[in-house]
């Protein structure tokens, strides 16, 4: 069975040593608070107004201000700055955060779309860090397309069995 | 609706201000790899000896050595250490990972006394760390109470009325 992390790189076409190479620079360092809002703002900007109601719909019961200031603080925390996301609402916990949305293939790439014209709208995101963060992107949103796919797998019961992925009861 | 961060507080006496000042300090610079991967053996040793049945079986299936480097890579990464998580597993995706196991107040509660005992066990942790991990695991362990119960929920209707919450299907 292949792991979230497997199915996301299959999927995605980023492995994760391209996704997390976020790590290798300070991006908050880098790029300041500001940026971030900014990003976030046109990133939501965008999705609020789409034009594929399909998509925009998935957004209907969230406020566009908390949109936006729940991306950044999540952002601005994983990419080297202050634990924001985390002081306000806990661990980020993607795929349970996630689990009320319907996130397939089809929604992760217009996600995507909006991203990349979000970054592109951005002028003080150097090239260097716009593809860091699309590749920690592309690779995330197949991340959480993998992470969809449980809610549709049943519980299966706890098994003592040696061999491990047995679909008996337990005795 | 409370959301998962207001229960974890709730459950667990623990806020999310005391959980999280584990960031007010780089806990890995202070500590070192060697101390993490000691508690975290520690824990496993505990855990897969534990002479509860009921909470042994639920890591009946992974292996122990896994087990301990998942837990003190996730352990380094969070507390200030290099990404070592990530670029193995992807996001840590708390509450996504620990969907397969029944984490109930009593797990949580038979866990935290098994941490615990393995911070006792690990002299080169200093009280005052001490006091900041173990707010951090009580509050993350009840964080993973209420994770577990978005598992019983039903997924609602994508809802398109203005008032939010509604449970009607859309039309």
Same mark, same amino acid.
């Given at each position: 069975? !292949? /792991?979230?992390?497997?199915?996301a790189?299959?999927?995605? %076409?980023?492995?994760?040593? &391209?996704?997390?190479a976020?790590?290798?620079?300070?991006?908050?360092?880098?790029?300041?608070?500001?940026?971030?809002?900014?990003?976030?703002?046109?990133?939501?900007?965008? @999705?609020?107004? &789409? =034009?594929? =109601?399909?998509?925009?719909?998935?957004?209907?019961n969230?406020?566009k #201000? #908390?949109?936006? !200031?729940?991306?950044?603080?999540?952002?601005?925390?994983?990419? %080297?700055? *202050? *634990?924001?996301?985390? !002081?306000?609402?806990?661990?980020?916990?993607?795929?349970?955060?996630?689990?009320?949305?319907?996130?397939t $293939?089809?929604?992760? =790439?217009?996600?995507?779309?909006?991203? =990349?014209?979000?970054?592109? /709208?951005?002028? &003080?995101? &150097? +090239?260097?860090?716009? @593809?860091?963060?699309?590749?920690?992107?592309r $690779?995330?949103?197949?991340?959480? @397309? +993998?992470?969809?796919e449980?809610?549709?797998?049943?519980?299966? *019961?706890?098994?003592?069995?040696?061999?491990?992925?047995?679909?008996?009861? +337990?005795p």
């Open positions: 069975m !292949q /792991s979230l992390q497997e199915k790189a299959a999927w995605s %076409g980023v492995e994760a040593a &391209d996704a997390f976020i790590d290798e620079t300070n991006l908050f360092q880098k790029l300041g608070l500001q940026t971030f809002i900014n990003l976030s703002t046109h990133f939501y900007t965008r @999705v609020y107004d &789409d =034009e594929e =109601e399909w998509f925009r719909s998935i957004f209907a969230s406020k #201000e #908390e949109a936006i !200031q729940n991306q950044y603080e999540f952002f601005v925390q994983r990419m %080297g700055g *202050p *634990p924001l996301y985390s !002081q306000r609402r806990g661990h980020p916990a993607l795929i349970g955060r996630h689990r009320p949305f319907p996130v $293939h089809q929604a992760a =790439e217009r996600w995507l779309h909006h991203m =990349e014209k979000a970054l592109e /709208s951005t002028p &003080d995101i &150097d +090239a260097d860090s716009k @593809v860091k963060m699309m590749n920690f992107f $690779h995330t949103a197949y991340f959480l @397309v +993998a992470g969809d449980l809610k549709n797998k049943k519980q299966e *019961p706890s098994c003592k069995c040696k061999h491990g992925g047995c679909k008996s009861a +337990a």
